[in-house]
T-cell receptor, first 111, second 113 residues
């Protein structure tokens, strides 16, 4: 079964707007992480939220986690053209175990 | 502290040849993970290694693929007798024992012609 499915698959917004991406998963997790991937590059870790946390902030990023619904959301506020990238959620069953990635959301921020 | 180093960045192989992908983890990181990414898709887990040990290889194809992380030197992902379907980006990630988040290399893009 697919773990970590993102929604929407693609999102196009104007600079300054907020971008919200959602992620659903199927099994129990220890933590959920969000990564960014610029075209042709590796993944960059953005933020980690543990299963006992409900919300976390880092700069312009806000992540929520609802373990009862097995879902998470990533909010990027005041988006910039440089935020254009693919965003992936990834889940880990235990600390240090392998990550299971979703298919990603392609975000385009138009200047 | 240099990041995760992967080489080569691009690799072209003819069908039937062998591909060797190298990954040097960040200093102090003893956990190495390999993932494969097809175009427009997410990353698929292949194998998780610690020094001289394979911890989880549940994502590795049963044939032609092998991985190692020796006591000295980089981790190697080896693909024997490559086929066109092996064309993909292969990413290595590393983490220290006390961290959960992974640090990724820039990937090796394998093209099989």
């Amino acid at each position: 079964s697919q773990q970590g499915e993102e929604d929407p698959q693609a999102l196009s917004i104007q600079e300054g707007e907020n971008a919200t991406m959602n992620c659903s998963y199927k099994t129990s997790i220890n933590n959920l992480q969000w990564y960014r991937q610029n075209s042709g590059r590796g993944l960059v870790h953005l933020i980690l939220i543990r299963s006992n946390e409900r919300e976390k902030h880092s700069g312009r990023l806000r992540v929520t986690l609802d373990t009862s619904k097995k879902s998470s959301s990533l909010l990027i506020t005041a988006s910039r053209a440089a935020d254009t990238a693919s965003y992936f959620c990834a889940t880990a069953k235990t600390s240090g175990s392998r990550l299971t990635f979703g298919e990603g959301t392609q975000l385009t921020v138009n200047p | 502290n240099a990041g995760v180093m992967q080489n080569p960045r691009h690799l072209v192989r003819r069908r039937g040849q062998e591909a060797r992908l190298r990954c040097s983890p960040m200093k102090g990181h003893s956990h190495v993970y390999w993932y494969r990414q097809l175009p427009e898709e997410g990353l698929k887990f292949m194998v998780y290694l610690q020094k001289e040990n394979i911890i989880d290889e549940s994502g590795m194809p049963k044939e032609r693929f092998s991985a190692e992380f020796p006591k000295e030197g980089p981790s190697i992902l080896r693909i024997q007798q490559v086929v066109r379907g092996d064309s993909a980006a292969y990413f290595c990630a590393s983490s220290p024992p006390w961290r959960t988040e992974a640090f990724f290399g820039q990937g090796t893009r394998l093209t099989v012609v």
